[in-house]
């Protein structure tokens, strides 16, 4: 279905927008080429408080409910606040979908404790949120873009929260989040000459040592510390201006997975043959089975790493988690 003729047809402004959310879910790909039709449709259809406040609580609903649809409200959040041109006295767009989040916020240290229903549901609003920190742009007066300084916040009180209730899903989601927005929260940290992540790392080693959650969770915590210490997977800039690239990094392939041909021949992406190589490996196996594109469903029923944990640890996993607990033990002794 086309949203190219308007609210033709809608009787009210939810169910044009929730169709329009439900069209999005199905087609993705549609947003570049709907979304201004769509702002200009609900430009004039949104003229009172009461429609703006309705038009955010859609979008929120949809956004913490819809599994994967957090990365896609958030664009179409960041869209809309720029696009929408009714600014009542209760608030613009921006600031009613940030109040919105304000109200699920305050209630953070109940839904951590809640059961697993209002865990879920935590769960959900904390994921959205750090999509809004990556998307939401915010325009300053000399036309520079900024992120949302008060998610920031926000997100760190939220991590918080979560390695204060160590269990199981929490710790799950305190991973998505990390994994999600680690390497833009720890610039943002640096830049402001906090070491934030520092502390974050230590209570994840500390969850580690004496949380009574699940090894295979354990792992995961591990994990995320390995990506932290890699820099959150990110090759090392040569300059700040200058983007690396093969000619002007020698450390370039530095980060690169090493693979195989059917030979067993090692090469990496700084073989000149790559391509045609990977191409290869690529057709003898499925590397990729279950692969989502904004990487939200992290622990969807496709993905290999997180069903491998559900195995037993493999030996060398389970020797370098002995190791990290023997190390830990060891420091806190001194």
């Given at each position: 279905s086309s949203f190219e003729d308007?609210?033709?047809?809608?009787l009210t402004l939810a169910e044009y927008v929730q169709d329009f959310l439900n069209h999005l879910a199905e087609q993705?790909?549609?947003?570049?080429?709907?979304?201004?039709?769509?702002?200009?449709?609900?430009?004039?259809?949104?003229?009172?408080?009461?429609t703006l406040q309705e038009l955010?609580?859609?979008?929120?609903?949809?956004?913490?409910?819809?599994?994967?649809?957090?990365?896609?409200?958030?664009?179409l959040c960041n869209y809309l606040s720029h696009h929408l041109t009714i600014s009542p006295q209760s608030g613009n767009f921006r600031q009613l979908l940030l109040q919105r989040c304000q109200t699920e916020y305050e209630n953070r240290d109940e839904a951590a404790k809640g059961d697993e229903t209002a865990q879920?549901?935590?769960?959900?609003?904390?994921?959205?949120?750090?999509?809004?920190?990556?998307?939401?742009?915010?325009?300053?007066?000399?036309?520079?873009?900024?992120?949302?300084?008060?998610?920031?916040?926000?997100?760190?009180?939220?991590?918080?929260?979560?390695f204060s209730n160590p269990v199981d899903n929490n710790l799950?989601?305190?991973?998505?989040?990390?994994?999600?927005?680690?390497?833009?929260?720890e610039d943002a940290w640096k830049e402001k000459g906090k070491n934030d992540m520092e502390e974050m790392i230590q209570r994840?080693?500390?969850?580690?040592?004496?949380?009574?959650?699940?090894?295979?969770?354990k792992h995961m915590l591990l994990k995320v510390v390995e990506l932290r210490s890699s820099n959150w997977g990110r090759v090392h800039e040569t300059s700040p201006h200058a983007k690396a690239t093969p000619e002007n990094d020698p450390n370039y392939f530095m980060n690169e997975p090493t693979f195989y041909t059917s030979d067993g021949v090692p090469f990496t992406a700084a073989d000149p043959d790559y391509q045609e190589k990977y191409q290869e490996l690529l057709e003898r196996e499925d590397l990729f089975p279950?692969?989502?594109?904004?990487?939200?469903?992290l622990s969807g029923p496709g993905d290999q790493y997180f069903n491998d944990l559900d195995n037993k640890m493999d030996p060398e996993i389970e020797e370098a988690y002995e190791k990290f607990c023997l190390e830990s033990e060891h420091k806190r002794k001194q």
């Amino acid at each position: 279905s086309s949203f190219e003729d308007g609210y033709d047809g809608y009787l009210t402004l939810a169910e044009y927008v929730q169709d329009f959310l439900n069209h999005l879910a199905e087609q993705p790909g549609c947003f570049e080429t709907e979304i201004e039709q769509f702002a200009e449709t609900v430009n004039g259809w949104v003229t009172a408080d009461e429609t703006l406040q309705e038009l955010v609580e859609l979008i929120y609903q949809q956004a913490t409910s819809v599994p994967n649809f957090s990365y896609m409200g958030a664009r179409l959040c960041n869209y809309l606040s720029h696009h929408l041109t009714i600014s009542p006295q209760s608030g613009n767009f921006r600031q009613l979908l940030l109040q919105r989040c304000q109200t699920e916020y305050e209630n953070r240290d109940e839904a951590a404790k809640g059961d697993e229903t209002a865990q879920k549901q935590f769960h959900a609003f904390v994921l959205f949120l750090a999509e809004l920190y990556l998307n939401l742009e915010i325009k300053g007066t000399k036309g520079q873009v900024t992120r949302a300084e008060i998610l920031q916040e926000g997100l760190r009180e939220l991590l918080n929260v979560l390695f204060s209730n160590p269990v199981d899903n929490n710790l799950m989601c305190a991973v998505k989040l990390l994994k999600l927005t680690g390497s833009v929260l720890e610039d943002a940290w640096k830049e402001k000459g906090k070491n934030d992540m520092e502390e974050m790392i230590q209570r994840i080693e500390n969850v580690v040592l004496d949380a009574n959650c699940s090894r295979d969770v354990k792992h995961m915590l591990l994990k995320v510390v390995e990506l932290r210490s890699s820099n959150w997977g990110r090759v090392h800039e040569t300059s700040p201006h200058a983007k690396a690239t093969p000619e002007n990094d020698p450390n370039y392939f530095m980060n690169e997975p090493t693979f195989y041909t059917s030979d067993g021949v090692p090469f990496t992406a700084a073989d000149p043959d790559y391509q045609e190589k990977y191409q290869e490996l690529l057709e003898r196996e499925d590397l990729f089975p279950d692969y989502e594109e904004n990487g939200m469903a992290l622990s969807g029923p496709g993905d290999q790493y997180f069903n491998d944990l559900d195995n037993k640890m493999d030996p060398e996993i389970e020797e370098a988690y002995e190791k990290f607990c023997l190390e830990s033990e060891h420091k806190r002794k001194q």
